[in-house]
């Protein structure tokens, strides 16, 4: 094409370009222009009602769809109010774009005015910005680079000054180098198969990192005699496996937490082992060995000791730890895969399996048995979004999902609220499968502005409200340890949430026992015969669990 272009319109056409697969945001004047020139490219773009809204959907569409998102928003206030989803993004290595207004250099007096580029970095993401009208789009370029090359969340500063001059439009054939993959030292992999063979219990755990080595890491462990586990963000990447332990964790069974703290060697595939994943170390006992490996030198024992660190590409290092392995011993060992074990993990890996007491009443629920009746209602081919609190390892444990797509847990942040935010973007990104969102009432009446946006969209989004009238986590937390608190502060009068989201234009309903499900049968009928195009919105009036297993293990990162 030749002849000028706006920067804005040139902006969008190279993001567009560069492949971006979604826009989410609140267009105001500054971003009006940029975001209009995304949707004439083809990219589809959902309004939220709020920028956080925006930034978290954004976030969970990249993680879900393998696509770079983008959230667009106004200057000043408009970037500020999607922060707290910003930092969640850049705290979990999330691709994504963010694609802000800012305000010309010269307008130091503007309402508008504040330093973007030290409160982008002030959330660990990186500060980039279209510098000039000829830059336009070597910066843009730049900034895609980043996100995906580095797995960074980029806030891409557009200046007023700069966005409604115009450039030549040079746009033509543009691209990205995908960075190569990081094969391991030879060396490295020697001492790692080393190690693999002296054990006799071995277990991997794979985080964020391992997704895409599925199978080079499952083939390692079929060959080694190792168990395996995931990190809470990975989670179902190993469904289907005869010695899948599930998660490990804080949200770990009983039977799993045994089987992992009896290992004697521990390696963690693209996962930094950090306090959530190994409860504070306590699920590595005395003299087992630990194992990193990481494409990130950076990443190698930043959370604890470990025996070694192998810097490469988690497939990479599992193809080439098996092929040394076989070298060494061709044929498979049984070690920690036996047939006993198998079938322990089958019947207890999964907290739904074990055996717990009912402590339902005659007006509330208890959440363990609700989230059993809901697994085994809803149908299978789901995606599951959780928010943070109290009751976050109900959904999380209880409720199946088919793969690590099935699974998207923004909590890097440890920010309540995000929960709806995460189910919508996830819906938007696997319109195949059904969307479920945990939430505890607090998470969710926070972010319950978005309801509408799941309403317009017309999403079959399943919303499971875990509704214990609190800040559950906090009731729990301070009771035990100040006794004499007053609690107070996080507690509320009941609210009829089924009443406001019908006001939404949801569906609602309250569950008190497990005879008032009728409601969710019936929705979930109209959704397999592909009729269902309303969210519904599910009451849980849930009985005191008096603090979650996992609870204890948060509060002592706190």
């Known amino acids: 094409m030749n002849g000028k272009a706006q920067v804005s319109v040139l902006v969008g056409r190279t993001l567009a370009?560069?492949?971006?697969?979604?826009?989410?945001?609140?267009?105001?004047?500054?971003?009006?222009?940029?975001?209009?020139?995304?949707?004439?490219?083809?990219?589809?773009?959902?309004?939220?009602?709020?920028?956080?809204?925006?930034?978290?959907?954004?976030?969970?569409?990249?993680?879900?769809?393998?696509?770079?998102?983008?959230?667009?928003?106004?200057?000043?206030?408009?970037?500020?109010?999607?922060?707290?989803?910003?930092?969640?993004?850049?705290?979990?290595?999330?691709?994504?774009?963010?694609?802000?207004?800012?305000?010309?250099?010269?307008?130091?007096?503007?309402?508008?005015?504040?330093?973007?580029?030290?409160?982008?970095?002030?959330?660990?993401?990186?500060?980039?910005?279209?510098?000039?009208?000829?830059?336009?789009?070597?910066?843009?370029?730049?900034?895609?680079?980043?996100?995906?090359?580095?797995?960074?969340?980029?806030?891409?500063?557009?200046?007023?000054?700069?966005?409604?001059?115009?450039?030549?439009?040079?746009?033509?054939?543009?691209?990205?180098?995908?960075?190569?993959?990081?094969?391991?030292?030879?060396?490295?992999?020697?001492?790692?198969?080393?190690?693999?063979?002296?054990?006799?219990?071995?277990?991997f755990v794979a985080g964020r990192g391992g997704g895409g080595a599925r199978d080079s890491i499952l083939a390692l462990a079929r060959h080694a005699g190792a168990l395996v586990a995931t990190s809470a963000v990975a989670?179902?990447?190993?469904?289907?496996?005869?010695?899948?332990?599930?998660?490990?964790?804080?949200f770990s069974s009983p039977v799993t937490a045994e089987l992992i703290s009896g290992a004697d060697l521990i390696v963690g595939w693209g996962c930094t082992l950090n306090m959530w994943t190994m409860r504070h170390g306590r699920l590595i006992s005395a003299g087992t060995k630990v194992i990193q490996i990481d494409v990130e030198d950076a990443a190698l024992a930043a959370n604890r000791p470990i025996t070694l660190g192998v810097l490469g590409d988690s497939a990479l290092v599992a193809e080439d730890a098996v092929a040394a392995l076989r070298r060494i011993q061709p044929a498979s060992a049984e070690k920690y895969r036996t047939e006993q074990n198998a079938l322990t993990i089958k019947q207890g890996s999964r907290w739904r399996d074990v055996e717990t007491p009912d402590l339902s009443t005659a007006t509330s629920i208890d959440p363990r048995v609700i989230s059993r009746e809901l697994d085994s209602i809803l149908p299978a081919d789901r995606i599951v979004a959780v928010d943070s609190g109290n009751y976050m390892g109900y959904p999380s444990q209880y409720l199946a999902v088919p793969d690590e797509f099935g699974f998207c847990f923004t909590q890097a942040f440890q920010a309540i609220g995000l929960g709806l935010y995460t189910a919508i973007g996830a819906a938007v990104a696997r319109p195949d499968r059904l969307p479920v969102l945990g939430a505890g009432d607090g998470g969710f009446l926070m972010?319950?502005?978005?309801?509408?946006?799941?309403?317009?969209?017309?999403?079959?989004?399943?919303?499971?409200?875990?509704?214990?009238?609190?800040?559950?986590?906090?009731?729990?937390?301070?009771?035990?340890?100040?006794?004499?608190?007053?609690?107070?502060?996080?507690?509320?009068?009941?609210?009829?949430?089924?009443?406001?989201?019908?006001?939404?234009?949801?569906?609602?309903?309250?569950?008190?026992?497990?005879?008032?499900?009728?409601?969710?049968?019936?929705?979930?009928?109209?959704?397999?015969?592909?009729?269902?195009?309303?969210?519904?919105?599910?009451?849980?009036?849930?009985?005191?669990?008096?603090?979650?297993?996992?609870?204890?293990?948060?509060?002592?990162?706190?």
């Not at 017309?458 to 937390?477: F, M, S, T």
């Not at 969710?520 to 015969?529: E, F, K, M, Q």
């Not at 269902?532 to 849930?542: H, S």
Request: net charge negative; glycine share 10%; aromatic share 6%.
């Open 235 to 250: 989670s179902g990447l190993f469904n289907g496996d005869s010695h899948n332990l599930g998660i490990s964790g804080g």
């Open 17 to 203: 370009r560069l492949g971006v697969g979604h826009v989410f945001g609140v267009v105001g004047s500054g971003n009006f222009e940029v975001t209009n020139a995304l949707i004439k490219e083809g990219i589809p773009y959902t309004a939220a009602r709020h920028e956080g809204g925006a930034a978290t959907m954004a976030d969970a569409y990249t993680r879900m769809s393998g696509k770079v998102g983008v959230v667009t928003t106004h200057q000043g206030c408009g970037l500020s109010n999607a922060i707290t989803g910003i930092g969640e993004a850049a705290k979990s290595r999330t691709p994504l774009i963010v694609l802000t207004a800012d305000t010309q250099t010269a307008a130091i007096r503007s309402n508008f005015k504040i330093d973007q580029d030290a409160l982008a970095r002030s959330v660990g993401a990186v500060a980039e910005r279209i510098h000039s009208a000829d830059t336009a789009i070597a910066d843009t370029v730049r900034a895609f680079r980043t996100a995906v090359n580095e797995r960074r969340t980029v806030v891409l500063n557009l200046p007023l000054d700069v966005q409604n001059a115009t450039a030549p439009d040079l746009l033509g054939d543009i691209g990205i180098q995908e960075p190569s993959r990081i094969r391991p030292d030879a060396a490295a992999v020697e001492k790692l198969v080393g190690l693999i063979a002296e054990a006799r219990r071995p277990v």
């Open 447 to 558: 972010g319950i502005t978005e309801l509408e946006t799941a309403v317009r969209l017309k999403l079959p989004l399943v919303c499971i409200i875990y509704n214990d009238a609190a800040y559950g986590a906090e009731v729990h937390h301070f009771a035990e340890h100040h006794g004499d608190a007053e609690l107070g502060t996080v507690c509320f009068p009941d609210t009829d949430v089924a009443a406001i989201a019908r006001g939404y234009g949801a569906d609602g309903v309250t569950v008190r026992t497990v005879d008032d499900l009728q409601p969710v049968r019936d929705w979930v009928a109209l959704y397999r015969n592909g009729k269902q195009e309303r969210p519904l919105v599910i009451d849980a009036k849930i009985a005191s669990d008096g603090g979650s297993w996992w609870l204890a293990e948060a509060f002592q990162g706190h």
